[in-house]
């Protein structure tokens, strides 16, 4: 089946860090990617979708200039959180979907914690 | 705007047993998917059954099936014969299926805790 790999699986660095998370699809062309923050025991809550060669469409509320998103080919995309701070301290999950109402699939998550 | 409730936070079933989750959703469209998705203690969201709006056939995959009723905005999760590897965070999901691509998001309920005993 269609697999999507997300690394880091868990990143832990001091306050001020910008840190990478990058999601693949591997066996399959990924037209949009979702990014997503899951806090404990919560829902995960929608940050932003790319499409790939374009700007990523972000939620209300999420800073563009803090979460920067790149979908650089159709196999790539990548969330950079720029100067980190605890409060970023969160689990980010991507998703990759195939085609615009193709099945949508998750990666691991990335445990992102700021010290 | 959509929106997916999931009104069970917990719920708990013996081994063997059958288990519902409930699951309501508010829309104006009249095309959409709906879903169930599983998240273990992994942490990975698998995606459990889906199910197309325009289908009037409940969706069926193995011990999991769904009561899909479009009037009433109901969608709820069966699963049979429950085993503890189903322990996990259930999410309820909605999807407009406007041809459009990016508008395509998936709006998650606020799930539900499902332990399995043994």
């Known amino acids: 089946g269609a697999v999507v790999s997300q690394h880091p699986s868990r990143v832990i660095c001091k306050s001020g860090t910008s840190v990478k998370i990058e999601c693949r699809s591997l066996?399959?062309?990924?037209?949009?990617m979702f990014w997503y923050r899951q806090f404990p025991k919560q829902s995960l809550m929608l940050m932003a979708t790319?499409?790939?060669?374009?700007?990523?469409?972000?939620e209300q509320g999420v800073e563009k200039d803090k979460f920067l998103i790149n979908h650089a080919s159709l196999t790539l995309s990548t969330l950079t959180v720029t100067s980190a701070h605890p409060e970023d301290s969160s689990f980010y999950i991507c998703?990759?979907?195939?085609?615009?109402?193709?099945?949508?699939?998750f990666g691991d998550g990335t445990r992102l914690s700021i010290l | 705007a959509q929106t997916v409730t999931q009104s069970q936070p917990e719920m708990s079933v013996q081994e063997a047993e059958t288990v519902t989750l409930s699951c309501t959703y508010d829309?104006?469209?009249?095309?959409?998917?709906l879903f169930w998705y599983k998240q273990p203690p992994s942490r990975q969201m698998i995606l459990v059954i889906r199910?197309?709006?325009?289908?009037?056939q409940n969706a069926t995959e193995n011990r999991f099936s769904v009561n899909f009723q479009k009037a009433a905005k109901s969608f709820s999760l069966k699963i049979s014969d429950s085993q503890l590897g189903d322990t996990a965070m259930y999410f309820c999901?909605?999807?407009?299926?406007?041809?459009?691509?990016?508008?395509?998001?998936?709006?998650f309920g606020t799930g539900t805790l499902l332990a399995v005993q043994p």
């Open positions: 998703s990759a979907r195939e085609g615009g109402l193709g099945p949508q699939h």
């Open positions: 066996d399959f062309q990924a037209t949009t």
């Open positions: 790319s499409n790939e060669g374009s700007k990523a469409t972000y």
């Open positions: 829309t104006s469209e009249s095309n959409y998917y």
């Open positions: 199910q197309e709006a325009y289908k009037q």
């Open positions: 999901a909605f999807m407009t299926t406007n041809y459009g691509g990016a508008t395509n998001k998936l709006i």
